[in-house]
């Protein structure tokens, strides 16, 4: 009922920048908190940033001052923009979000795909 799409994966330079964007679709009366995840080989998933929809930020120490995230709520679009990269951020991403569907009660989470970002050395 709710899809996800990842976008802007790719390759980049260690002390580079990247950003991802993230597009929900389908039957969304509306959204509360949207996020990121990411999970490198051989670990699992882990929080990289949330976002409320009034607009307050949560973030992982370990990206704390180098990635931002922000949204469009008109769009339905949540992105992440990841400053001074740094080989430890590769990992495929993910983007989820809590939704409210049109005609349901309660709220329900939805994730994309996974997009891969390589941060090289």
């Known amino acids: 009922q709710v899809q996800l799409v990842e976008f802007g994966g790719g390759l980049v330079q260690a002390g580079g920048s990247h950003r991802l964007s993230c597009t929900a679709s389908?039957?969304?009366?509306?959204?509360?908190?949207m996020g990121w995840y990411r999970q490198a080989p051989g670990k699992q998933r882990e929080l990289v940033a949330t976002?409320?929809?009034?607009?307050?930020?949560n973030y992982a120490d370990s990206v704390q001052g180098r990635f931002t995230i922000s949204r469009d709520n008109a769009e339905n679009t949540v992105y992440l923009q990841m400053n001074s990269l740094k080989p430890e951020d590769t990992a495929v991403y993910y983007c989820?979000?809590?939704?409210?569907?049109?005609?349901?009660?309660?709220?329900?989470?939805?994730w994309g795909q996974g997009t891969q970002v390589t941060v090289s050395s």
């Open positions: 389908g039957s969304i009366f509306s959204i509360n908190a």
């Open positions: 976002i409320t929809s009034g607009g307050s930020t």
């Open positions: 989820n979000g809590r939704f409210k569907i049109t005609g349901t009660s309660g709220t329900y989470i939805y």
